[in-house]
């Protein structure tokens, strides 16, 4: 039977795998090899994988011990314990691998694995994937296992969601800035204040500035031969939320004047403020 003493060290122990997974939360990769890492230790086992659905299987994303050479490794969701642990979002447990009719003995037996316990990962309702410790010995794992297992599994299930988010972002992101900068429009972001966001290169030479430095320290009015201007164009896009095609003459660094076909959207900011987006052709 569990003391308080072994409780206390196992809490401090997954307290410990929290801290280290929130400091790499920005990559998914490091997060999930932390966890694997870490598993073992705190479950009395040998190895961890991490299995994330995959239509109709379980797929193995990051192991440790002996499982890290089956990287990839595909479970049917149907026939393995992993896949119950899923479809029933509980715990499983699994103390002899060579007697119980619930896995594949062979497969265990070619891995060296005896016993495993097996926590789900969820996402709200939805079972995402698993979190499972393996031993190569029988009956391995206890009930104080069994209780670090999922606390580590709600711990890293919250992670990955962060992890894989982050992520996501950085490759929306990514790809909205490559179509910013590789625009043969001149592309600009601003606020309705009047801050000049972001623009891309070739908005800076349309405008006959230098940099894009240059431009971004201007306020948005000093592009249009009047400030009130730019109050009309404002004006036309809060009432439309987009205007397509509208022709307008913009001022260029010299003063000349430089007859353009103007797209813009007003888009969400980072807060609840609104921001232009746009395009610019000369006409």
Avoid at 163 to 170: G, I
Avoid at 213 to 222: G, M
């Amino acid at each position: 039977m569990a003391t308080s003493i072994d409780l206390a060290a196992r809490l401090s122990a997954v307290v410990t795998t929290q801290q280290e997974v929130l400091a790499a939360i920005t990559d998914l990769d490091k997060v999930m090899s932390l966890v694997v890492d870490r598993v073992p230790a705190v479950t009395s086992g040998n190895g961890a994988v991490i299995e994330v659905v995959d239509g109709d299987d379980l797929v193995y994303r990051a192991a440790s011990g002996v499982a890290q050479e089956h990287l990839g490794l595909r479970l049917p969701l149907t026939n393995s314990l992993s896949g119950l642990a899923v479809r029933e979002k509980s715990v499983m447990r699994c103390d002899d691998a060579q007697v119980d009719p619930r896995v594949d003995a062979t497969a265990c037996f070619a891995m060296g694995i005896r016993s495993m316990i097996i926590a789900p990962l969820l996402e709200g309702d939805a079972a995402v994937g698993a979190l499972k410790s393996f031993s190569s010995r029988a009956k391995a794992f206890d009930d104080l296992d069994i209780y670090a297992l999922q606390l580590l599994a709600g711990m890293a299930s919250g992670a990955l969601t962060q992890a894989r988010t982050f992520h996501e972002r950085q490759a929306s992101e990514a790809r909205y800035r490559m179509l910013f900068d590789r625009n043969v429009a001149g592309v600009f972001r601003s606020t309705l204040d009047g801050r000049v966001l972001d623009v891309n290169d070739a908005l800076v030479r349309t405008l006959g500035y230098d940099s894009r430095d240059e431009l971004l320290a201007l306020p948005a009015w000093d592009f249009y031969h009047q400030r009130s201007d730019r109050d009309e164009f404002l004006r036309l896009l809060q009432e439309k939320r987009a205007i397509l095609q509208i022709r307008i003459a913009l001022r260029r660094k010299d003063g000349s004047s430089l007859l353009s076909v103007v797209n813009a959207s007003l888009v969400p900011g980072d807060s609840d403020d609104m921001h232009l987006l746009g395009t610019v052709v000369e006409a």
